[in-house]
């Protein structure tokens, strides 16, 4: 390797490595919420350790905590009010195909836990369970996306 070789193989080497750490450097951590599906003497919910959040990748760690129940995380974009979406009464769930956007984890066992990557958009969103009649037993919350 003649020395004009190895000074650009090296010059190469060394912006590779530089191009490395810039990227584990300034890669932002996405947002990350954890969320409980839980459901006690009657009464069930869903909790999360934060209600805002920025833009972009969010991470959801979700934990079904109940022993009994299957539950499950669905997220839409939601301006309306929190107990005003489009409902099912005969099936006695939110009617999924009239709510645009809608997106989540479905029926999750008790005791189980899953991760949810979304990337997501500024705005208000709705978050809540949809296994039959566990919306209107007060499984929602609101997220704010800035
Ligand atoms: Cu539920």
Not at 57 to 86: C, D, Q, R, Y
Not at 96 to 112: H, R
């Amino acid at each position: 390797m003649t020395a004009v070789w190895r000074s650009i193989f090296l010059a190469v080497c060394f912006g590779i490595i530089l191009a490395i750490f810039s990227i584990d450097l300034f890669a932002a951590e996405p947002a990350s919420i954890k969320v409980q599906l839980w459901n006690k003497g009657g009464t069930m919910g869903l909790t999360m350790d934060k209600t805002s959040v920025p833009s972009g990748p969010v991470e959801f760690e979700i934990t079904n905590t109940s022993k009994n129940t299957m539950h499950e995380f669905l997220i839409a974009p939601w301006k309306g009010s929190l107990t005003s979406l489009p409902y099912d009464k005969s099936e006695s769930q939110v009617a999924e195909g009239k709510v645009p956007g809608l997106q989540g984890q479905e029926d999750m066992k008790p005791g189980t836990q899953t991760t949810l990557r979304l990337v997501l958009k500024p705005g208000s969103y709705i978050v809540f369970c949809n296994q039959p009649g566990h919306y209107k037993m007060g499984m929602y919350a609101h997220l704010n996306v800035s």
